[in-house]
């Protein structure tokens, strides 16, 4: 028997919220010169500190690079501005909401 939700009194695999605010979220890549001449690559907009640590671990694999998590930014080191935008495709977020 399917588990129910105790606020709206639905099954809860019918509330899968996740897919519904990739497709409306706007997000911004960036990239910023900090000390010494070096470039980092920062990735705003997320709603949640959750969605923003797994984009960071998989973008950090895919790319080959250092990075973190800022409240809801990812930062990584280097120039991956185009990378990270295909990327963000890959993973449901609409290609009109990304600002590269």
Same mark, same amino acid.
């Given at each position: 028997?399917?588990?129910?939700?105790?606020?709206?009194?639905?099954?809860?695999?019918?509330?899968?919220?996740?897919?519904?605010?990739?497709?409306?979220?706007?997000?911004?890549?960036? +990239?910023?010169?900090?000390?010494?001449?070096?470039?980092?690559?920062?990735?705003?907009?997320?709603?949640? +500190?959750?969605?923003?640590?797994?984009?960071?671990? +998989?973008?950090?694999?895919?790319?080959?690079?250092?990075?973190?998590?800022?409240?809801?930014?990812?930062?990584?080191?280097?120039?991956?501005?185009?990378?990270?935008?295909?990327?963000?495709?890959?993973?449901?977020?609409?290609? +009109?909401?990304?600002?590269?």
């Amino acid at each position: 028997m399917a588990e129910i939700d105790k606020i709206t009194g639905l099954p809860k695999e019918l509330l899968d919220f996740g897919e519904i605010t990739k497709e409306s979220q706007k997000v911004r890549i960036r +990239e910023v010169a900090r000390r010494f001449g070096k470039v980092v690559t920062i990735v705003g907009g997320f709603g949640d +500190e959750e969605e923003a640590k797994k984009l960071e671990k +998989e973008m950090k694999r895919k790319l080959a690079c250092g990075g973190t998590v800022k409240g809801n930014e990812i930062v990584l080191q280097g120039r991956h501005r185009q990378q990270v935008k295909q990327i963000l495709l890959k993973n449901g977020y609409r290609e +009109e909401l990304i600002d590269a």
